[in-house]
């Protein structure tokens, strides 16, 4: 039976902290991309459906990729409309319908 030393195991012990915590940082970055990528596939999908082009677009995408947005007449949403507004988007991006969609609505409105 081969006998470590114990810098071998110090190293090797060393080794495995660094790898959890690379793997950790990698698991937060994959979420916050994933969350933009998902901000981003919703915006361009109503802008899509507004039919917007041009500048109209590009004041849609900035607006909507910053999280202010703006009801029909304009002005800012209060903060219920602003939530209604995300919990809208996120079902539609869950593509959820019926009793599905009805339920996290009703969750989704809940949360502050």
């Not at 970055?29 to 590009?58: H, I, P, V, Y």
């Not at 009703?106 to 502050?112: A, I, T």
Request: aromatic share 4%; charged share 25%; net charge positive.
């Amino acid at each position: 039976m081969k006998i470590v030393s114990k810098s071998a195991w110090a190293a090797a012990i060393a080794l495995s902290f660094f790898s959890v915590g690379a793997m950790a940082q990698t698991t937060a970055t994959t979420k916050k991309e994933n969350s933009q990528q998902t901000r981003m596939a919703t915006c361009n999908a109503d802008a899509k459906t507004k039919s917007l082009q041009g500048d109209a677009r590009k004041s849609f995408m900035k607006s909507c990729l910053s999280g202010n947005a703006t009801g029909k007449d304009g002005k800012p949403l209060s903060s219920s409309q602003q939530r209604m507004a995300d919990c809208n988007r996120d079902a539609k991006t869950k593509s959820l319908t019926g009793d599905a969609r009805k339920t996290f609505m009703s969750s989704c409105l809940k949360k502050s």
